[in-house]
Structures are given as structure tokens and as C-alpha cells.
């Protein structure tokens, strides 16, 4: 199965990308969180300098990058999350 | 009878006006008032002196991350009345408040200890991002230690 969902760059990202968002099409799901973020180092391989310090968000939730399956639906919105630094 | 408690965080460009952070959380039923600023402030850092902040945010997610932290504050602390947050997006100069917390609570003690975990939590959760610049015009994205997956996290 795959699925049509938006990535959102932030912050460092958005600089190392060069895009606030983009549209990715047909993204296996289920999808390790490693597999979906080596996803997006092949398509902006300058993300590699926040190797170990991010995460992403899907949904809205946090997950962090490892095994863990994500399963992803049309339309759902996946965020490139860098240390935060709020507050 | 138990007035509707309130959570609120504004994400806005413009300066922030701390009487009006405190007025939200007023309350008949509160005799304390916890307050928190952060403020810009004019760093050094490699000779380098900062001249400003640029906050950017992943808005609808920060509002449901600050909602799962009220109901954290408020389940460790019942008595706490009304949690309003207000945060600058956008260019902050040094001096200016980057975030104005309140807290509302019957009594002191409660409304102190929910502020301190508020701010730790929001450093640590809120997606939001800031960036100092210095007077050299090279900038750099800063790093919450409370952030578990920062580079500076402390354990």
C-alpha cells in the first residue's frame, strides 16, 4: 500500500532543503520511521547534517526515528522536527 | 461552583503585553498569580554579540502540544485554575519578552510548582524554533537542552 502525504520542513531543515513543504506520492505504508527518514535523505541528502538529532511528527505525534511502523494515509502531514528551542 | 478552567496559547508576530497575559487568567476564585517571562537577551557568544531572535513555529501542532501539557500540569496540580501562554513568532529584539506564561491558582504553592514544570515542558515539547542573530549577520539555530533529542540534552 502507499500513500499521498505532505512533509513540512522546519527550521534547520527548511534551510538544508531549501523548502518549507513538499508533496510525496506514493510512500509504502506501513513505514519504519528509519525508512521514511532515509526516504527524505535521498531526496535532500544536506538533511544528513541533523543525523541523530531530529525526529519527525506524523499526525502531529512525535516519533522518533527507529523501527517503530508508522502507518500513513492520504493526506496526512509528516514534519522534519529539529532540536526545538521555544520558550 | 467551579468556573470553566481555561488553556490558552497565542502564537503572534506583534510585541507582548503582560497585563493582558495576567488579565486572562484572573480568576474571583485565584489568590495567586505565577508569572514567567523569557526575554531576548544580548548574548556574546565567540565575539560574536546577539542582536536579535527569529522564532518560527509548527503552529496547529504547537496548540495540541500545549494542551497535552496543561493536562499534565493539571493533573499533578488540581487546584490550577487558568494556564495562558503567549509567544512571539518572528523577529524578536534583544530586550523584548519572547514568551509571557501565567498561571492562576487559589493558593501560591501550587500555581509556583505547576509554572516551573510548565516551562520546563514547554521547552522540551513546544514545536517551535528560534534562531539567534548576531551583529556579524551570521545566524544559527539554537538547541533546548531540554529537548530529548538536542545535542546538549541534559539527562
Known amino acids: ?87 | 461552583m467551579v468556573e470553566p478552567r481555561r488553556d490558552v496559547l497565542k502564537l503572534c508576530h506583534d510585541w507582548l503585553s503582560v497585563q493582558e497575559v495576567v488579565d486572562a487568567v484572573s480568576s474571583a476564585s485565584c489568590g495567586a498569580t505565577s508569572l514567567f517571562i523569557g526575554t531576548t537577551r544580548e548574548d556574546v557568544l565567540n565575539g560574536r554579540k546577539v542582536i536579535g531572535l527569529e522564532y518560527e513555529a509548527y503552529e496547529p501542532m504547537a496548540q495540541s502540544e500545549f494542551r497535552k501539557l496543561c493536562d499534565v500540569i493539571r493533573e499533578r496540580w488540581p487546584s490550577v485554575t487558568h494556564v495562558c501562554v503567549h509567544h512571539r513568532l518572528g523577529w524578536v529584539k534583544v530586550g523584548e519578552a519572547s514568551v509571557v506564561m501565567a498561571i492562576s491558582s487559589p493558593h501560591r504553592h501550587d500555581g509556583q510548582q505547576a509554572m516551573q514544570q510548565a516551562v520546563e515542558q514547554l521547552k522540551a515539547r513546544l514545536p517551535v524554533w528560534k534562531k539567534e542573530v548576531y551583529d556579524s549577520q551570521e545566524a544559527s539555530w539554537k538547541e533546548n537542552a531540554e529537548c530529548p533529542w538536542a545535542s546538549n540534552h541534559k539527562q
Request: with cysteine; aromatic share 4%; proline share 6%.
Open chain 1, 1 to 87: 500500500m502507499t500513500a499521498q502525504v505532505t512533509v513540512l520542513y522546519f527550521a534547520k531543515s527548511a534551510e538544508l532543503s531549501g523548502l518549507k513543504e513538499e508533496e510525496l506520492v506514493a510512500v509504502p505504508t506501513p513505514i519504519s520511521s528509519q525508512d521514511l527518514w532515509s526516504l527524505l535523505l535521498q531526496r535532500h541528502p544536506r538533511l544528513c547534517v541533523l543525523q541523530h538529532q531530529v525526529v519527525l511528527a506524523v499526525r502531529q505525534q512525535y516519533v522518533a526515528i527507529g523501527d517503530e511502523l508508522v502507518a500513513l494515509g492520504d493526506g496526512d502531514e509528516v514534519a522534519v522536527v529539529p532540536p526545538l528551542s521555544g520558550g
